[in-house]
């Protein structure tokens, strides 16, 4: 039978506050941040200050004579190879590199072989195998041989070793590409000292022409200032059409022409991205990183040191921020363990601000010109964009820059897409909180709202009668399925959103409130979606020990997010036993299978695996006493506190049933993942897609451009509420990143430069309590649908719906968020309005 | 947030020992006691009066941090939270910006509230130094840090100390402050989950038992 939650739920869709909560509000909790170890060093990284150049020579040997320094590590100078021979005096030494001998003359074999049979068919012989290069390599004083994890003297070398060797000099012709990226870093025995190390790096570069700023990246298509094919910076990226749009518009009452943009955001992660990184005597590595994936990270430092992946330990207890940009393999880890390795001491790299804001993650912007029609009845007829935006010098466009009107994507007949990815010369977007959405909301909820006021209608008719149907052939096979709830959600949602922030009363035509004075006020709605599914195989240990105590084990980490409380929640509800009694062992990545915490997985995958972890382990141990106490496991069952067998009314406290178990424990493992659920479509335990609708009040000043969010509604689903506490803030935590992406945030490039201006947190601004509206956050229970994770859908709609509502008080629109007094004041002149 | 410290500083600036690698200070115009030079420790200028020099090189200092007098060896350049975090292994008070902008280094000297990234630990010799983990005395929780428990006005947490100690502060200074006055006593914290939702509820709540008690 499909395992399901249990009907009457104690604990689960309670408030919990979290387990970790003293510990973390105390200073006590030790973060990768926090870590001091003995005889630890600190590293330093030395960074381009150019937005693109190449290196022109570098020489650290007087940085490696600075008072305290150990080690001296220079970035992408890595050479792998075979050793042939070495002269240990004049420190020379050769390696094959390509191929091993044995390897090559194995290949030569197999095509002498193919040759001559080729030559007898009388077809043409295959291509010869490429001779491997033999390098020969002048070792400087800060160069390293490797053999294996060991730093080895090349007298030791013996030929066929397999050896990476380190030159310094080969960082020379290096091609940086944005003003931030890494170049050397330096272990000394205080940080002090390693800053001092690296301004005593001695490093001349070619600085090379560069391009920062999207627009430029159009107006130059000839100009290629980063790596990638192409021949300048833009590359064009998932194009697409769907029905006719000529036709769409043709049958529209009114087609509205605009130009929307949502610029780059940086994750602005508090703690940092870095680690404390040591070898263990057993040649294993230990890391204390900052990360949203523990087993990610430690299989990435596995596979780069060539070490099996089950010496390499990754521990995250706690973690100050991620939001996507901190899934591990970056070039810091690397930095840190190869400096441990050459120091044989801990090192610690931890990022500055600086170094954090320009080169740790960022947001993809998006600027699009959108053609939007739509008939008196509310319906969307056509909708077409062109948009760019840019990831930095790297990432491609992968980072989900996949446009689309995405809430309305079934219910619009005709739409056109064309996208293209202008690159600058600043460093590589990151995934980042419901990547590719927030940009999306903003450029289609900007339109239908600009659409609505052209067709002289309230949005919120668009809104509802743009609904996509509910799938009637869903709604028979898996009633549960998004496809099959999609109409009655949103309905439901607008429903409450509606009521919850007085919405027929408030909202007027735009530009034509009540207020007679310089201070308009307006009300603005949006509305999203997202996945929020499990993902690859989660892992969940759980064992009852004989004095009752238990504890549960899993590789996943709490990003903040609550996962270490909404665990001890999971095992809680089964064995009848309060949060305080479970012991969560977490963060560790040798503690079995977890996926990395992105994408609202964590809890889908790890919330049913400890679920069924819990029932196992109850199983295992009711197995286990029942003989001992006469009685038959099928008939005992548990109550809060206590063991009781349904046939006789007799009863065990948990404490005395367990001491039953002598020197025995008991013990159970639970496994889940969208493969699992996937298996059965109508299982309950966990689920994916969620609705949600957003209106927000704001205020503004007409006179300073000064935006002020009054009031804002977030109506929210997720199925299965485990903790109703830390799903509010959740909800109430992605709202507040929505204001400050609307009204704040927003990273500034200097086109003299190439540098971003505002790498600190006194220019790239976020709010602070007092800039934060009151924050209605209304949940819709779905205990029916199972778990679906919650980290991103609340942020999606938040900028949409303020400058909706910005657009509402004002009569204009204000087309480019972060939505600053420069911006309104400029859409107030240029809209003749108010 | 944070107050004027003319009391609380001995006179020697950050940006002073930035400027410098050695730095004299008129330590006996303020009160404080000279800084104590020891045998392996050089001097870089001839003590002249009451003007000690000290520098560049590492000092012996002595902090008294939650209550604990605790000894280490700083450069002077070193700020009270590196002190703290890098040499003490106190790690409550965060480095998040590292330039008095987002009070994550929130400290308390002599009931003042401090960014502890802006102060020299040779600074804060002699202070009373209280960080968030004081909150948490011989295992009994202070009311500020139960209530941001209570009411979840955390998530990474890593802001938290930051704010729980600048909140703590401000009611000891006023005990019968308003909701709003402790709304402005945190205006020089930044949260990145964005908790202040339920800040306000705990914010509300310890207002609530201020005027039960």
Redesign the interface.
């Known amino acids: 039978m499909a395992a399901s939650w249990p009907k009457k739920r104690r604990l689960i869709g309670t408030k919990i506050p979290r387990i970790d909560g003293p510990a973390k509000a105390t200073g006590i909790a030790k973060y990768s941040y926090d870590m001091n170890l003995p005889k630890m060093l600190h590293a330093a990284v030395l960074r381009c200050p150019y937005a693109h150049a190449k290196i022109k020579s570098l020489d650290c040997s007087a940085a490696m004579k600075m008072p305290g320094v150990k080690a001296v590590y220079v970035y992408n100078v890595r050479t792998d190879g075979e050793f042939v021979t070495a002269d240990a005096g004049a420190n020379v030494l050769q390696l094959r590199i390509g191929a091993t001998e044995d390897a090559y003359n194995q290949a030569l074999k197999k095509w002498e072989e193919a040759a001559a049979k080729a030559k007898a068919d009388k077809k043409d012989p295959p291509a010869k195998p490429k001779e491997p290069e033999i390098r020969r390599i002048q070792l400087g004083p800060n160069d390293y041989v490797f053999r294996g994890i060991a730093v080895v003297k090349l007298a030791d070398l013996k030929p066929k070793d397999k050896v990476t060797v380190d030159v310094e000099r080969d960082a020379v012709g290096r091609e940086l590409f944005y003003a931030g990226e890494e170049i050397v870093a330096i272990a000394a025995d205080t940080e002090e000292r390693a800053y001092d190390a690296i301004r005593a790096v001695k490093i001349d570069y070619d600085p090379l022409p560069f391009l920062v700023r999207e627009e430029d990246v159009l107006k130059n298509p000839n100009l290629k200032t980063v790596a990638g094919g192409g021949t300048g910076n833009a590359i064009p990226s998932g194009n697409s059409t769907k029905g006719n749009v000529t036709a769409g518009f043709t049958s529209s009452d009114a087609v509205v022409e605009g130009t929307y943009g949502v610029n780059v955001v940086c994750h602005q992660c508090l703690e940092t991205h870095g680690l404390v990184a040591e070898w263990t005597p057993e040649g294993g590595i230990r890391v204390f990183s900052s990360t949203q994936a523990t087993v990610g990270t430690a299989g990435a430092i596995a596979n780069r040191f060539q070490i099996p992946a089950t010496k390499v330990k990754c521990v995250t207890q706690y973690m100050g921020g991620g939001f996507g940009s901190k899934f591990g393999g970056d070039s810091q880890d690397f930095a840190a363990v190869d400096l441990s390795r050459r120091a044989g001491a801990p090192v610690k790299i931890m990022f500055t601000r600086a170094d954090e804001i320009t080169t740790a993650g960022n947001r993809p912007s998006a600027f699009g010109k959108v053609n939007i029609g739509g008939t008196k009845d509310g319906k969307i007829t056509a909708f077409e964009i062109d948009v760019y935006g840019t990831t930095g010098s790297g990432g491609g466009n992968t980072v989900n820059l996949n446009l689309f009107p995405y809430v309305y994507v079934d219910s619009v007949p005709n739409i056109r897409r064309i996208h293209t990815v202008t690159r600058t010369n600043a460093g590589g977007a990151r995934a980042m909180r419901a990547p590719n959405h927030p940009q999306t909301c903003t450029l289609t909820e900007f339109a239908i709202d600009d659409l609505a006021a052209k067709l002289g209608i309230d949005p919120l008719q668009i809104r509802l009668a743009g609904l996509p149907d509910s799938d009637p052939n869903a709604m028979k096979k898996a009633p549960q399925s998004w496809p099959a709830l999609r109409n009655s959600i949103y309905k439901e949602e607008i429903r409450r959103a509606v009521e919850l922030s007085k919405w027929k009363e408030k909202w007027h035509p735009p530009g034509q409130g009540p207020d007679t004075g310089p201070i308009k006020r307006g009300i603005g709605m949006a509305l999203h979606t997202w996945g929020g599914f499990a993902a690859g195989p989660n892992e969940a240990k759980i064992t009852i020990s004989r004095d009752g105590s238990v504890t549960v084990e899993s590789s996943t980490q709490d990003l903040g997010t609550g996962q270490r409380t909404v665990s001890a929640i999971m095992a809680a509800e089964v064995l009848g036993l309060e949060v305080k009694d479970i012991f969560v062992k977490i963060g560790d990545s040798n503690l079995g299978m977890s996926g990395g915490s992105g994408g609202s997985t964590t809890l889908p995958s790890q919330g049913p695996a400890t679920y069924l972890g819990a029932i196992a382990a109850r199983d295992d141990l009711f197995s286990k006493v029942a003989p001992m106490l006469g009685a038959d496991p099928k008939n005992l069952e548990i109550e809060p506190g206590k063991v009781v067998d349904k046939t006789n009314k007799k009863s065990w406290t948990w404490r005395e049933f367990c001491a039953k178990l002598g020197m025995n424990e008991a013990k159970g493992t639970g496994e889940w993942s969208q493969a699992k659920a996937n298996e059965d479509p109508n299982n309950s335990l966990s689920n994916g897609q969620v609705g949600g609708v957003q209106v927000a009040e704001v205020s503004v000043d007409s006179e300073t451009g000064v935006v002020k969010v009054v009031h804002l509604v977030a109506v929210q689903d997720c199925g299965m509420i485990v903790d109703l506490l830390t799903t509010q803030s959740q909800v109430a935590g992605g709202v507040v990143m929505g204001v400050n992406y609307a009204l704040f945030e927003e990273r500034i490039m200097d086109r003299q430069t190439g540098r971003q201006v505002n790498p600190d947190m006194e220019f790239y601004k976020l709010g602070g309590l007092v800039d934060m509206p009151k924050i209605t956050v209304e949940m819709v229970d779905m205990p029916e649908r199972g778990v679906i994770g919650i980290g991103e859908p609340p942020t999606i709609s938040t900028a949409a719906a303020i400058g909706n509502a910005v657009f509402n008080a004002l009569g204009v629109r204000v087309p480019i968020i972060p939505l600053t007094p420069e911006r309104v004041l400029d859409a107030i002149a240029k809209g003749g309005k108010v | 947030m944070s107050e004027p410290l003319e009391n609380a500083r001995s006179g020697i600036s950050r940006r002073a020992f930035l400027k410098g690698g050695s730095v004299a200070a008129a330590a006996t115009a303020l009160g404080t006691a000279p800084p104590q030079l020891l045998a392996d420790d050089p001097p870089s200028a001839q003590p002249a009066g009451n003007i000690v020099a000290v520098g560049p090189g590492p000092v012996q200092i002595e902090l008294t941090v939650n209550g604990m007098k605790m000894t280490t060896k700083v450069?002077p350049?070193?700020t009270l939270l590196?002190a703290l975090?890098?040499h003490l292994?106190v790690?409550?008070?965060?480095?998040?910006?590292?330039?008095g902008?987002?009070g994550?280094c929130t400290v308390m000297i002599d009931g003042h509230t401090v960014y502890a990234c802006s102060m020299l630990a040779l600074e804060a010799r002699g202070k009373d130094i209280r960080?968030?983990?004081s909150?948490?005395a011989d295992g009994k929780?202070?009311a500020?840090?139960?209530a941001?428990?209570?009411?979840?006005a955390?998530?990474?947490?890593?802001?938290?100390?930051g704010f729980?100690v600048s909140l703590r502060a401000a009611l000891d200074k006023n005990p019968k402050a308003t909701p709003a006055e402790l709304?402005?006593a945190?205006?020089?914290?930044?949260?990145?989950?964005?908790?202040?939702?339920?800040?306000?509820h705990a914010i509300a709540s310890l207002c609530e038992q201020k005027k039960g008690g």
């Open positions: 450069e350049r070193v590196d975090r890098n292994d790690t409550g008070c965060k480095r998040v910006c590292d330039r902008t987002c994550s960080t968030a983990e909150l948490n929780l202070d500020v840090p139960a941001f428990a209570k009411f979840d955390q998530q990474c947490g890593f802001c938290t100390p729980v709304e402005h945190v205006s020089g914290n930044i949260c990145r989950c964005g908790t202040y939702e339920q800040m306000r």
